[in-house]
């Protein structure tokens, strides 16, 4: 069976590129196919998880997700490949679906786990914002699969890879792009395996220090509840939940937030999730595995002393 | 201007989530139908900012039954001119982004939005699907849209941060969060909607590509263990060595 699995590479190989080359290793032989001025080092790296094949196609050196979907396209007819795998990132979002309507096939985004038969090929993913899953079947000969970030744990299996020259010529993109605002370095939030999170409880903007020293003592990102992002107190990109970015981090810190449904079914996915608030009754404690019952005010700053005495023992 | 706004609808968001005919249909026993947040509140409110200052019309389009009807009105409630529902059940992505282009091919529309995501499904896929199907270009997650003549300016959320991106029309966007304010509807608006065009269309053969087999609830958690505020060593010593994520 041969697989094509897209990745994008900035500078190392990021975890979901891991996740997206472990993916396509357990349905098949896996060809990498992937663009822009690459390290052949960071190239032959992919061969760690399975990848024996590396198509790149130097000559598209900017994320142009009209060409993507082309250069996929291509990638599909040169390997007659019967899967293609992506990660359901940003990018994933906008180029999968159009490979799969360019090819006819059937298109499963947001997969979290491999199938476990082949035969009535059938795929579990999250839906109804994390509420429930769902196993669906693909019909048709092409099947284009998307991973959710942080749902498959990628595996080494090195095997012997060859880099393959890959400039097709892919036409001009319609879009240009003339601005772009960095995020910033830290890593983003679907990404992240370690969340803190914060509410309403914080009561304002100036103490959210409280917040980002014990993200910064764990190594975590941020994240925020919705009306927090709403009044402005947070960027809107840090909002969690099911009209957010839905995340499934191994923690979730959540400070002062009550546990709407709408905030849970965004985060509920996650591995293990504590949570800090002054209400007993708040809804928040029956979807945690370690609560605290405590003023977010005293709890965080103890919390992040105690990170930092343990981290400073190992 | 000619813009059609895809608007699907969804279970609200405060439904509890239940299945039945042994876990393989949803369960829509005293489920509250809403329009699809991203389709209402960013992708149809910021469709008719822009006719209203440039001028021209708003359609909506659904794949659905009969069933989707009041959640057209609401839409045509809070402002736009008509709309089209596409009969048939929406099996999945590709069959309803399939009825969408193919009603679309011939309309010459300037813009065609969708929203970032239906929140029952969570696809992500319409929009993209579209794109590709009526070879306009498409942009996703469009948080801010400005129109200038037959230039469009946009901003977008995109892995390394925003995007600002312009692109000639026509385009197929994906609306996300920040492209508009939501809009409660008023009771001439409401009214109005009543008697505004609702045009019903036989759909276009597809077959079925993907099909959901079985829903499973998420485990629940066993109950939560409860920490002492003073002794947050003791929450650590049980992150490192009990569930072990840090
Ligand atoms: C259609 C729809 C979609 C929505 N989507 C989302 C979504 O995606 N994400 C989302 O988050 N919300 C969403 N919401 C909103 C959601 O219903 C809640 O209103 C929201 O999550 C509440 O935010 P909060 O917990 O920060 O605030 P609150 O509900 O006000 O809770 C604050 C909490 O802080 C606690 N607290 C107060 N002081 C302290 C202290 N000193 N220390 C510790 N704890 C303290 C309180 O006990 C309380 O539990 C949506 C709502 C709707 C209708
Ligand atoms: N049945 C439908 N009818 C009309 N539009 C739809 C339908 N389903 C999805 N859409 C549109 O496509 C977007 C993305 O949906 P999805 O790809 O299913 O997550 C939604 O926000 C809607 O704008």
């Known amino acids: 069976m041969s697989v ?6 900035n500078n190392k190989l990021s975890k979901s590129v891991q996740e997206a080359i472990t993916y396509g290793k357990n349905l098949g032989a896996v060809t990498v196919v992937t663009y822009g001025d690459v390290n052949d080092s960071l190239l032959l790296e992919m061969g760690n998880y399975g990848a024996e094949n590396v198509l790149v196609c130097r000559s598209l050196k900017e994320r142009n997700e009209q060409l993507l979907s082309k250069l996929i396209v291509k990638a599909v007819e040169k390997t007659n490949a019967e899967y293609v795998i992506l990660s359901q990132d940003q990018t994933g ?29 059938t795929v579990k993913t999250n839906v109804f914002s994390g509420k429930a899953i769902a196993y669906v079947s693909v019909h048709s000969e092409k099947k284009v699969i998307s991973v959710l970030p942080n749902s498959i744990p990628p595996k080494e299996d090195k095997v012997e890879t060859s880099i393959v020259e890959f400039n097709e010529n ?15 370095d830290g890593i983003p939030l679907p990404e992240a395996e370690l969340v803190v999170s914060a509410g309403r409880g914080l009561k304002g903007p100036e103490n959210w220090g409280i917040v980002e020293d014990l993200a910064k003592s764990l190594g975590a990102t941020t994240a925020c509840s919705r009306p927090v992002a709403d009044i402005g107190w947070r960027p809107h990109h840090e909002h969690v939940g099911q009209t957010g970015v839905a995340i499934r981090p191994n923690l979730y810190v959540a400070a002062g937030i009550s546990g709407a449904i709408q905030h849970l079914a965004g985060v509920n996915g996650s591995k293990v999730i ?26 965080l700053p103890r919390l992040t002393a105690s990170i930092n005495n343990f981290k400073s023992s190992q | 201007m000619k813009i059609l706004v895809c608007i699907s609808k969804v279970p609200d968001t405060t439904s509890k989530i239940n299945f039945t005919d042994n876990d393989t249909k949803f369960d829509e026993n005293g489920v509250q139908y809403i329009v699809n947040p991203y389709d209402e509140w960013y992708a149809l409110v910021r469709a008719l900012e822009l006719i209203e200052s440039n001028g021209g019309t708003v359609t909506t389009i659904t794949i659905g039954s009969s069933k989707d009807d009041p959640t057209i009105r609401k839409a045509l409630a809070i402002g736009a001119n008509d709309a089209v529902r596409i009969d048939a059940e929406p099996t ?3 069959f309803v982004s399939k009825q969408i282009a193919e009603y679309a091919k011939n309309e010459n529309y300037d813009i065609i939005m969708t929203g970032k995501e239906t929140i029952d499904y969570n696809g992500a896929q319409v929009g993209a699907m579209i794109s590709e199907l009526v070879d306009m270009p498409f942009v996703s997650l469009a948080t801010k849209l400005d129109v200038e003549g037959t230039k469009a300016t946009l901003e977008r959320d995109v892995q390394a941060g925003v995007e600002v ?29 009543r008697s505004k065009p609702l045009k019903v269309v036989p759909p276009f053969e597809q077959k079925e590509l993907t099909t959901v087999v079985k829903f499973e609830l998420p485990n629940p958690k066993t109950g939560c263990k409860y920490i002492d505020p003073e002794n947050m060593d003791e929450l650590v010593e049980l992150l490192h060595n009990e569930s072990k994520v840090i």
């Open chain 1, 4 to 9: 094509l699995v897209f990745v994008e590479i």
């Open chain 1, 93 to 121: 979002k906008a180029v999968g679906p159009r490979v799969a309507a360019n090819l006819g096939a059937g298109h499963i985004s947001g997969a979290i786990a491999v199938p476990e038969s082949s035969e009535e090929f």
């Open chain 1, 170 to 184: 892919l036409g001009e993109g319609k879009i240009k792009v003339t601005k772009l605002k960095p995020l910033g």
């Open chain 1, 274 to 299: 504590v949570v800090v608030n002054t209400d007993p009754e708040a809804p928040f404690f029956k979807a945690a595995d370690y609560g605290v019952i405590g003023d977010a005010f005293e709890v």
């Open chain 2, 92 to 94: 999945d992505s590709f």
């Open chain 2, 165 to 193: 991106v312009e692109v000639e029309l026509p385009i197929v966007l994906s609306a996300a969060k920040g492209m508009a304010e939501q809009r409660i509807p008023n009771m001439r608006g409401i009214m109005a909607a």
